[in-house]
Structures are given as C-alpha cells and as structure tokens.
C-alpha cells in the first residue's frame, strides 16, 4: 500500500479516527440492538453474567461514542501549529472518568459513604 501523504494535519487524522470512531459505535449499536431482539423473543430470564456482559458491551459503546465526539471537538479546536485547547472537546464526553482522563488528570476516590452517580 502506497503511502499518498506521508505528512497531513493533524485535523485530518483526528477526524479520520473521529470517522473510524463513529462507525465502531455504530456497529455495536446495531450489534446491541440484535441481542435486545433476541433476549426480547426468549423465555428464559437473564443471569447476572449475561446482564454484566450487556452492560459491558452498552459501556464500550458509549466510550466509543464519546472518543468520536471528543476527536471532533479536538479536530475543530486545533490551531495550525498543532495547539489545542481540550476544555470543549471535554465538554462534550459524558462520561466523567473518561473526561478526568482525557483531560490528564486522576479520579479522586470518592468519600467513603457516599454513593457515586453517574
């Protein structure tokens, strides 16, 4: 495979994995929404461990959305010389840990005897 640029902006690679991004969100969107039609059509109950794995999978698909979104954001917000200012891009992850993260920071643990929502 022939390299057709061998430098680009950085723009275009973030919202060439914000692209890449989205279309993993959006197969295990239509990939969650074939096991709901099948769970919906049994008769047997779900165990804790089918229930954690869908959760698992609803939780990657929510990650996945969020990188895209966040890559968009950092896309748009890129100076030309490379500089971003993440505090937007942030914004826009809805998931808190994930954002802490991004942002370069560590979750504070939470004070004993306080519930934690999210």
């Known amino acids: 495979m022939k390299s057709a640029e061998t430098h680009l902006p950085l723009k275009v690679a973030t919202e060439r994995v914000a692209g890449e991004l989205e279309g993993l969100y959006e197969r295990l969107e239509r990939l969650e929404y074939g096991l709901d039609m099948v769970f919906v059509h049994t008769s047997d ?16 698909r929510q990650s996945l ?4 979104d966040f890559l968009i954001h950092v896309a748009h917000e890129t100076t030309a010389d490379g500089l971003v200012d993440p505090g937007p891009a942030l914004k826009a992850v809805p998931l808190r840990d994930m954002a802490v993260r991004l942002a370069g920071k560590t979750k504070e643990s939470p004070v004993s005897g306080h519930a934690e929502l999210f």
Request: without cysteine; charged residues 15%; proline residues 0%.
């Open 45 to 60: 109950a779900l165990d804790g461990q089918t229930i954690s794995m869908l959760q698992e999978l609803d939780m990657l």
């Open 65 to 68: 959305g969020a990188l895209s």
